[in-house]
């Protein structure tokens, strides 16, 4: 068999793009010493024991980094090179600075990437938002990992350290990433178009990550969109992505802009390819006049100063006007050969709108098993063999012959056995899992994996332990693993995994307030919700309010609310017709959530007069759609008589309703900066280089003043048992002098639907703030809070510039619970951010602790907080 697969190996590889950004994250050698001494160079050196051939992650070879020679000025371009000799796809960058076993003190504070496909031309990286600096080390040891948002495809890597001030700078670098097995180096499009109608947001679809020139709406000479390996969702105005504008994942094209009824694009490769198929990701969005294509010819040349063979390849589609999804639609390209593609793709609607585009194809390889009489140098560069005749085509007729025929029958008597005895141990291996499942499905009733696809995946590459309040960074075991939470191979608790198949539901419906205990799993208790011994946790005397926007804020006690009317609400009826709508912040099932001007709203509440008094307040205003059942208009009532009751400087404050007609509002507080996540996302930590340039930025006593106010406000919840459930900065809003008050508005706005999981169509969950025991336990509680309180920390010492847990998708993020609820050393806790120091990074792990009693209380993260701002005065 060993020598089956070696002699399998021997032969070209199929090439397979579809690149999934989330796993391909492969170190490529700077550590391991796979990338060589003479393939990493730099612009200078300080010494030669600081050369660029030091500059490997976690190696302490000579003086422990690469320095360049003298102090790095602000205007300086200093760089380390890597030549990787192909092209990759490279989507995380790991720095370090010079450690030298604790003698070295340098390190890059910040720094920026120029990349290069050919040598020749240089692009800069930049990420979604233009920027082109990114944070670097804050010490010379620990590993600071960036992901390259987007990532880029190349062959040469040049690292730039950036510095304000006049400095040494030393520094160590891994790339991480996979090989682009695709081979496209370039495609040229017609520039996107845009989507503008009356009363909705503008969708752009443009490629808006292209790395190449414009010229007269074209785009010529680069990689972009279509290459990131980020398939677009079903309606094209949502998005993968964080914080980005509709329309971001696809390039679209409209109808009427091509008199020709198609839209051309040319592929250009690094080599001569024999070409199995293309893939192309369209939306099928017809209710909005979206359509894949009707019918694509494609057309090849063998090199690129060629001309196009005349007859081309195409295929037609079959349109579907039943299904909305977004789908992959392969186009055959019949084993043609060529370094370059030129694809036709005609219009079937007013729009064309595509995601994604891979080729697969057999890379061309020098076979010894043949000797090829070429005319020229050209020729002979351009020669393609076909794997599948076992002969050399060539585009000017070369010739080809045959040396050792029986040899190379023998060989290929040997590899047909070796090619049967693989696929009947594939068909050996289908069936025990065919097997397996079945006997799952008879174990569980109705079996559910976390992940949807059978995907092999690695959780983390690096591994974090606390020792002497440092955080430290190992590499974890290089092989990629299956870590299914719900797999029946783990066998502790078993009686909670063979009930698993509930669990989702759970997470949807049930909520539970105070605190608990850790559950005893060895006791047997009938009729306890769960069958096999495990505790029910939900209460069955909790309020579920469905809200307007979704589940409520508060999961509360259960009030005495059967005979609720609108007599109950403890608040003032405000006139209707003194409320101005201004903006319309989100919506969500049974409503709308709306920015409004209320009028007299001081006078109303009784505020002294004085001259500012009959000025008009901005408040929210949460509207219930007049028609909805009595089920939604009582739950609405009283999620207002809960709201009534909360009195806390730092909760959002109901001012007023109307409810003596439709449609029922509920008028709070509304904030003048804002949601604290946009607040922190728009600006950066304070410094002389931020202030001299006019920049917006915050200080660390700011941070730890709101996080403060947040840990107030929470305390204040937990002290009535409400549990709020959905803590995140997107729920926080900022006043004048960096006061916070915790409300509700997150899950409604369309800006964060990318931070909310739908599971099974049921419960849509904000699972990247949430406690391993909610997701997989459906169990709310104060110390649920405190793990999203932890999360909510986080973001703000990262300014908000990134999505918790963003390396991993959301699959991953609860398989991810499943390390924490197994606790065997597996799990990945979020990494310590520049801005964050030890005891703050302390306090956040403490609150991610897996065992609920070992999470401290409000009352004591607030205690600390309030002692780490005195001391920082």
């Not at 660029?52 to 760089?79: N, S, T």
């Not at 040319?266 to 979206?290: A, I, L, W, Y």
């Not at 449609?663 to 996302?681: A, K, V």
């Amino acid at each position: 068999m060993i020598f089956c697969i070696l002699l399998l190996a021997s032969l070209p590889e199929p090439s397979g793009s579809e690149v999934n950004p989330a796993t391909c994250r492969y170190p490529l050698g700077m550590h391991e010493g796979t990338i060589r001494d003479e393939d990493i160079t730099a612009s200078s050196q300080w010494y030669d024991s600081t050369g660029p051939q030091y500059a490997r992650l976690q190696r302490e070879e000579g003086d422990g980094a690469w320095c360049p020679a003298g102090l790095l000025q602000p205007e300086d371009v200093q760089f380390l090179q890597i030549d990787l000799h192909k092209l990759f796809f490279i989507t995380l960058i790991g720095t370090q600075g010079r450690h030298a076993r604790a003698t070295g003190k340098e390190f890059a504070r910040a720094y920026r990437i120029d990349y290069s496909r050919n040598g020749e031309r240089w692009i800069s990286w930049k990420d979604r938002q233009g920027r082109k600096v990114i944070q670097g080390n804050i010490d010379t040891y620990d590993v600071v990992l960036k992901d390259l948002r987007p990532p880029i495809i190349a062959r040469f890597v040049r690292v730039i350290p950036v510095t304000e001030l006049p400095m040494t700078v030393c520094m160590r670098v891994e790339l991480y990433g996979c090989v682009w097995y695709d081979g496209l180096a370039s495609y040229s499009i017609p520039e996107g178009g845009t989507i503008a109608a009356p009363g909705f947001p503008i969708v752009y679809l443009n490629d808006s990550t292209y790395d190449g020139y414009q010229e007269r709406r074209h785009l010529y000479g680069g990689l972009g969109q279509l290459t990131d390996g980020v398939l677009g969702l079903d309606d094209f105005t949502q998005s993968h992505q964080y914080r980005v504008w509709p329309g971001y994942d696809y390039v679209g094209w409209k109808n009427e802009s091509f008199s020709t009824g198609f839209v051309e694009m040319e592929f250009q490769f690094d080599r001569p390819r024999n070409f199995t198929s293309m893939k192309v990701h369209c939306n099928n969005m017809f209710s909005k006049g979206v359509k894949i294509f009707q019918k694509v010819e494609c057309l090849f040349k063998p090199r690129l100063i060629a001309d196009w063979e005349p007859e081309p390849v195409g295929v037609a589609t079959v349109l579907d006007d039943k299904n909305p999804s977004a789908r992959f639609v392969t186009v055959p390209l019949n084993q043609h050969v060529g370094k370059a593609v030129l694809c036709r793709f005609y219009f079937a609607d007013t729009w064309m709108m595509i995601s994604e585009i891979s080729f697969q194809s057999d890379m061309e390889s020098v076979n010894p098993i043949l000797v090829t009489a070429a005319t020229s140098t050209t020729d002979a560069l351009e020669t393609a063999y076909n794997v599948t005749e076992g002969s050399w085509e060539t585009t000017s007729s070369v010739t080809s012959t045959w040396i050792g025929e029986k040899a190379d029958d023998s060989n290929t008597s040997i590899l047909v056995g070796c090619l049967v005895a693989i696929i009947l141990l594939l068909l050996l291996i289908i069936i025990i899992i065919l097997w397996k499942q079945y006997v799952q499905k008879r174990l569980e009733k109705a079996p559910r994996r976390i992940l949807e696809e059978d995907a092999t995946v690695r959780l983390s590459f690096y591994s974090y332990t606390i020792a002497n309040n440092q955080t430290q960074i190992h590499q974890s075991n290089p092989t990629y693993e299956r870590a299914f939470p719900l797999d029946l191979e783990y066998h502790q608790p078993t009686t909670l995994l063979h009930k698993l198949p509930e669990l989702s539901q759970s997470a949807e419906d049930s909520v539970c307030s105070g605190d608990y205990a850790e559950p005893d799993l060895t006791k047997s208790t009938p009729h306890q919700g769960f069958q096999n011994n495990v505790p029910h946790y939900a209460e069955t005397d909790i309020v579920h309010l469905q809200g307007v926007t979704g589940n409520n804020m508060y999961a509360v006690p259960a009030l005495t609310v059967d005979s609720l009317t609108k007599k109950d609400i403890s608040v003032g009826e405000f006139p209707r017709q003194q409320l101005r709508l201004k903006e319309k912040l989100g919506e969500g099932q049974f409503g709308e959530v709306h920015l409004c001007e209320a009028d007299g709203l001081l006078e109303f509440l009784g505020v002294p007069s004085t001259e500012f008094t009959h000025q008009p307040v901005l408040v929210a205003v949460k509207m219930l759609r007049s028609d909805v059942n009595k089920t939604a208009r009582n739950d609405f009532l009283k999620e207002i008589k809960i709201m009534s009751r909360l009195k806390n400087p730092n909760i959002i404050r109901l001012l007023g309703v109307c409810v003596h007609d439709d449609p029922l509002c509920m008028i709070t507080e509304y904030m003048e900066n804002g949601d604290l996540n946009q607040f922190l996302s728009q600006r950066e930590i304070y410094s002389k280089f931020a202030i001299s340039n006019n920049i917006p930025c915050v200080s660390y006593s700011n941070l730890l003043y709101m996080a403060t106010q947040i840990a107030s406000g929470m305390k204040y919840l937990a002290s009535l048992n409400f549990v709020h459930r959905d803590l995140a900065t997107r729920n926080c809003l900022v006043g004048n002098n960096y006061t916070i008050k915790i409300a509700d508005f997150g899950m409604s706005r369309n800006l964060y639907s990318g931070d909310y999981y739908r599971i099974q169509g049921r419960a849509v969950l904000p699972i990247r703030w949430m406690a391993w025991e909610s997701i997989l336990l459906g169990k709310f509680t104060t110390a649920s809070d405190v793990w999203a309180f932890g999360v909510t920390l986080w973001e703000m010492f990262i300014l908000c510039k990134e999505q918790p847990y963003s390396l991993l998708s959301d699959e991953q993020v609860i398989e991810n619970t499943g390390e924490f609820f197994r606790s065997q050393g597996r799990q990945i806790y979020l990494s310590q951010t520049p801005l964050c120091p030890n005891p703050v990074f302390d306090l956040m792990l403490k609150c991610w602790s897996r065992d609920i009693k070992d999470r401290p209380t409000f009352d004591m993260i607030h205690h600390f907080l309030l002692e780490q701002m005195e001391s920082n005065i």
